[in-house]
């Protein structure tokens, strides 16, 4: 099948781009919203190619066709991923657009065909490692790691040799400052505290000429009504670009409710944490796709000089599923073993890893 990607203002817009391009028989694969700066809509779509008969330019192209989109190759693809999103507790809907997306494009290895579905599905728009004109906020629930990813993100500017302001509001929990200073003084960082919208504005404007302002935020209850508000005029008081750093491992429900919340005062990116003690991503999915969010970075580790990395639909892919990069490298090694046994006469090759 063909695959296009739409994008239009409106549902409606891009729907009718949808037939005059592709006609009243085009499938409909995903949707979303775009959270930039003209918002709108995409919606990417499929449709099979139509063979006229009595030609034998044709019957080779069907020929073809029918080679590349074999049924069963295809059946064994959405069977394996079928799997590999249901250990992982992925919500049934995010499941289906994902397995139709990967069948669509008839690729005939599950690992390939998951790499394609995540770039068709998901948006990807990695943390900054240069200057920011934005301040960049960290948001989310109690205990999601707002405090250890923007100490990260203090560490790598610093370390790219960034002028790195940084700004605590999270007042109320015990021990939070500390923890945050603890990190700041180690990177000759002076940290401002604030307690509400103003005093937010004013340390912002005091830290104007630095490369990066990093902003960490109290944990917040999604579901009371006060504290979304309280955050919400914290948000907009400032340029800032608000990030919401969520668990992994969460559940997949609750994570997608969630992102819709903090989607709707201005969220536009997630940082999944704890990638390395989940077992289950079906949440950061979840949450990605019901709040509309870009994937940014990722962090799998507590230690703050790792840092962080940026999510990719092929890193995305390794995480959902493993097993499939284990044997891939597997067979490449029992490769290389085999090539190389031809003898002691071969020449040693020198070149750069990749």
Known sequence: ?????????????????????????????????????GGGVRVTAAVEPVFELGGDDSAAAAHDWLQYDSEEESDAVAEELTDVLLRHGVPEDVMDYIISCATVMGFDDPGVALVAALEQMFAYRPLPIAASKKALMMIGPPGAGKTLAVAKMAARGAMNGLKVGVISADTIRAGGIEQLQAFTNLLNINLRTVGNAKELYLAVQDLAAMDQILIDTPGLNPFSAEEVRQLARMIGAIPVRPILVLPAGTDADESGE????????????????RIDIARRLGGILSASHHGGLSFSDYSNTPKVAEGLSPVTPKTLSRLLMPGAYRERTVAGLQGTRQGGSGGATGHKKTGTTQ
């Open 1 to 37: 099948m063909r695959l296009k990607t739409f994008y239009a203002k409106t549902m409606t817009e891009a729907m009718q781009m949808v037939r005059d391009a592709l006609g009243e028989d085009a499938i409909i694969v995903a949707t979303g919203e775009e959270r930039g700066a």
């Open 258 to 273: 969630m992102a819709r919340i903090f989607a709707t005062i201005g969220a536009m990116e997630l940082l999944p944490t």
